[in-house]
């Protein structure tokens, strides 16, 4: 089993940063990806960022390129994501997650909510971007 957690969120302006972590515990995962998803309300959970934990590959969403940088700290088992410009639509909570997926763009448009294919998720932690 895999416990993630993530740390980081809270509220902030427009055009401001947060730096959000997922601290992972439990089995090694070294053939995995992890990833970042996020949820405003009354949306459907959707993909933001991911990175594969061995090589450090990473794929983003079209609306978070150039803004949001995910990163990973093989020694500290911990995942980042760098916001970066923060839009009042990134208003969410952010959810970790990991998985042996591929994240390349033609599996990802395949790929099913809510789960997409990960094994294991955080609580998730709130974002709140004002204008």
């Known amino acids: 089993q895999v416990q993630l957690a993530e740390s980081g969120g809270g509220s902030v302006q427009a055009g401001g940063s947060l730096r959000l972590s997922c601290a992972a515990s439990?089995?090694?995962?070294?053939?995995?990806?992890m990833a970042w998803f996020r949820q405003a309300p009354g949306k459907e959970r959707e993909f933001v960022a991911a990175i594969t934990w061995f090589g450090g590959s990473t794929y983003y969403e079209a609306s978070v390129k150039g803004r949001f940088t995910i990163s990973r700290d093989k020694d500290k088992n911990t995942a980042y994501l760098q916001m970066n410009s923060l839009k009042p639509e990134d208003t969410a909570v952010y959810y970790c997650?990991?998985?042996?997926?591929?994240?390349?763009?033609?599996?990802?448009?395949?790929?099913?909510?809510?789960?997409?294919?990960?094994?294991?998720w955080g609580k998730g932690t709130l974002v709140t971007v004002s204008s």
């Open positions: 439990g089995r090694t995962f070294s053939s995995y990806a």
């Open positions: 997650s990991a998985g042996n997926v591929d994240f390349d763009e033609a599996n990802r448009a395949v790929m099913i909510p809510p789960d997409y294919g990960m094994d294991y």
